[in-house]
């Protein structure tokens, strides 16, 4: 087997590959050849090759959000990296490892007017789990006979492999992005036959995650005595919680279980459309709502109802479940369990006693009739974003995957009770409209389940060039919702909807397709502009695997806004 000649190059994927991290996602250049070279030229590494870096490495953390293990992104010096940034952005709110490796110039080279070279170091500063700076290795060794200058280059080797396994650890340990940037002299091509290093290898270490009986006990006798207990799940991987769990919680009279499209977590009693429940409450319904405890686990929360009403109507206890983190969402935060999830319940669950009172069965009684004034307005609304999801949520096939565009489309989603044998995912740490598309490509190549992808208009054309890609999986399929800019912005408060400017500078009205990117790209098109062409399409686009297929859904632009308003109102 071929080998870089740098031995650097060789440490970073020798340890990539003691740590268990076979999958790399490589965006071409020169300054990163060795790296390329070596990756690639190694048997148990699965490469992809993506030349748009942001689209790279939101294909790396589809992959990584699903397989929960670190995938490593190359790429080249200068801006290069800099593309990187939103998705490591969104992997470090979202809890997913990525391993960025940066090619560099030595450090001499520097802001002295070299072309393709900028100030690398610590880019990521601010939302990253940990940078490792390398230094530069001088090659061959073998031709050096200056003992003072090979202890040197023994010091640096030694530097840089305690640097890879510290920054490969932590993404392991902490599941977040790491950064390695590493200045590469030329020659970069130049091959060997067989390895020229050995790396020491640093295991890493598991965050413990335990909790005394004493500990607990408290915290257990203020849950058997509370009246109202509220659980709000929020971004939750599929099967992260025994189905035992599950139904202690759901069949507590006492307590009520909020959960999100993105929680993956069901029980008849759950309330899974939260904006359908106190969106039209007023001051009395908030009060009667108002929860003693607040307990919450999981990642982002997608609904600002609920934040704006837990907010205003503070429970006496807030305690969240997390190994990692605890955002003080609804200003009450006062007790963070360094746990995971699975672990706070195994200890908390066996302690409780069942709860009393009517909390849970009022509100279900008050969910029974929401749901089917959601039906009936359904049934009476017109053509509109509302009714393309209504026909599209349905159809998606039984256990297979939904991913979620950002802005309107997640937020859809949540008025809806989906069909419980999905995994549904969208990329919450920054809610982005960056980098969807890329995301739900590489999860749907990391899963190997048939994926839907469904995304509003900006959404889909910002991230265009994620369709440049020849990983996509024939059975995925992508669901275009077209009003023709972003309709987010007519729903907001105090916004000024009939003038030029806010269809230019906040709208941003457009009349593009998605067709002759399909053209371009390989991908079956097909389009529906009314109700009557979307009940007859929508079951042709998963009438056939052979093919990447997108269907874009037009709506009218103007009436989306009002139409959901009026849901509000219709459903008090």
Request: glycine content about 6%; hydrophobic content about 35%; charged content about 20%.
């Amino acid at each position: 087997m071929k080998h870089s000649k740098i031995p650097v190059a060789q440490s970073i994927v020798s340890l990539c590959l003691s740590k268990g991290i076979t999958q790399v996602v490589i965006s071409p250049g020169s300054r990163n050849a060795p790296l390329t070279i070596e990756f690639t030229k190694n048997p148990e590494i699965k490469a992809y090759s993506l030349v748009d870096e942001r689209c790279a490495a939101f294909f790396g953390l589809g992959i990584a959000q699903q397989t929960r293990k670190p995938v490593a992104l190359v790429c080249t010096s200068g801006s290069a990296l800099l593309n990187y940034y939103p998705a490591i952005a969104e992997a470090f709110y979202s809890d997913i490892p990525l391993i960025v490796i940066s090619a560099d110039r030595p450090v001499e080279r520097i802001d002295i007017g070299d072309g393709q070279t900028i100030r690398q170091k610590n880019v990521f500063e601010n939302h990253i789990m940990y940078s490792a700076n390398l230094y530069s290795e001088i090659v061959p060794v073998e031709t050096i006979t200056d003992k003072h200058l090979l202890q040197k280059i023994g010091e640096s080797r030694r530097h840089n492999e305690q640097e890879i396994n510290k920054a490969l650890n932590k993404a392991i340990e902490q599941s977040g992005p790491v950064h390695i940037n590493v200045p590469f002299y030329e020659p970069l091509y130049e091959m060997v036959s067989e390895k020229t290093v050995t790396p020491i290898q640093v295991a890493p270490h598991p965050i413990e995650q335990e909790i005394s009986e004493e500990e607990m006990q408290p915290f257990v006798d203020i849950w058997n005595t509370a009246e109202r207990k509220m659980i709000i799940v929020g971004v939750n991987p599929p099967h992260a919680i025994d189905q035992e769990v599950i139904d202690v919680l759901g069949n507590d009279p006492s307590v009520i279980v909020f959960s999100e499209t993105t929680s993956n977590i069901s029980h008849p009693d759950f309330f899974t459309r939260i904006d359908n429940m106190i969106g039209a409450l007023d001051d009395e319904g908030f009060k009667m709502l108002q929860p003693d405890i607040l307990l919450t686990f999981g990642g982002m929360v997608i609904s600002k109802k609920i934040k704006a009403f837990l907010r205003n109507y503070q429970p006496k206890n807030h305690w969240h479940v997390d190994v990692k983190k605890a955002y003080d969402t609804y200003f009450c935060l006062n007790k963070h369990f360094e746990l995971t999830p699975s672990s706070f319940f195994t200890c908390f669950i066996p302690k409780l006693s069942q709860g009393k009172g009517n909390y849970k069965e009022y509100w279900l009684s008050i969910r029974t009739k929401r749901y089917q004034l959601h039906k009936t307005y359904i049934e009476q609304m017109p053509w509109c974003d509302f009714k393309a999801f209504d026909h599209m949520l349905s159809v998606i096939p039984d256990g297979s995957m939904l991913q979620i565009g950002n802005s309107s489309a997640v937020r859809y989603a949540q008025l809806f009770d989906l069909n419980k044998t999905l995994d549904v995912y969208c990329n919450r740490g920054t809610s982005g409209i960056d980098g969807s598309t890329s995301t739900a490509i590489g999860a749907a190549v990391a899963t190997q389940k048939p994926t839907t992808f469904i995304t509003g208009d900006l959404s889909f054309f910002y991230d265009s060039n994620a369709l440049w890609n020849m990983y996509i999986p024939t059975n995925f399929k992508i669901i275009v919702i077209n009003n023709n800019g972003g309709g987010i912005f007519r729903i907001l408060p105090n916004r000024d909807k009939n003038t030029n400017g806010f269809d230019t500078f906040f709208e941003t009205t457009h009349q593009l397709t998605a067709k002759e990117l399909c053209v371009m790209y390989g991908l079956k098109y097909l389009k529906a502009v009314n109700e009557e062409e979307c009940a007859i399409i929508k079951n042709e686009l998963y009438a056939s695997d052979e093919q990447p297929t997108l269907l874009e859904v037009f709506t009218p632009r103007k009436i989306n806004d009002e139409v959901l308003l009026n849901y509000f109102k219709h459903i008090k």
